[in-house]
C-alpha cells in the first residue's frame, strides 16, 4: 500500500507514476490525500488495468471537479473518492443534527 501525504514542490509533481507503480508488489494498494498534481492519472489508470494497482482511494485530483466524462470516474468500480465520502458524511451530520434540534423544540 502506498499513502501519498507530501507536500506539492517541483519535485514531487507527477510522483506518482509508472516507475513508483512499478516498483510496488502487484495488486498494491494507492491513497492519494496530498495533492492532485501528484499522480499521473493514465499511470494509474494503465496500472488499474494491467492489475499493478488494484484499487486507489483519491481525495484529489487535477481538475476538481472532475467533469462528468472523467476517465477516471468512468473506471470508478475500482477506485474511492474520498471527496464524495466526505460531502455525503456531512450531508448525514447536518440531517442529524437538524433532528435533534426538531426533538428539542418537540421537548419544550
Do not use: C, W
Amino acid at each position: 500500500m502506498l499513502i501519498n501525504l507530501l507536500l506539492h514542490t517541483p519535485d514531487t509533481e507527477g510522483i506518482l507514476n509508472a516507475r513508483t507503480f512499478g516498483k510496488l508488489a502487484h495488486g498494491a494498494y494507492l491513497v492519494n490525500i496530498a495533492r492532485g498534481a501528484h499522480l499521473v492519472d493514465d499511470d494509474l489508470l494503465a496500472a488499474l488495468d494491467s492489475g499493478q494497482i488494484a484499487a486507489a482511494t483519491l481525495d484529489v485530483f487535477h481538475t476538481e471537479p472532475l467533469p462528468a466524462r472523467s476517465r477516471i470516474l468512468e473506471t470508478s468500480a475500482r477506485k474511492r473518492h474520498a471527496a464524495h465520502l466526505g460531502r455525503n458524511a456531512a450531508r448525514r451530520k447536518h440531517r442529524a443534527d437538524r433532528g435533534q434540534n426538531q426533538s428539542a423544540r418537540a421537548r419544550r
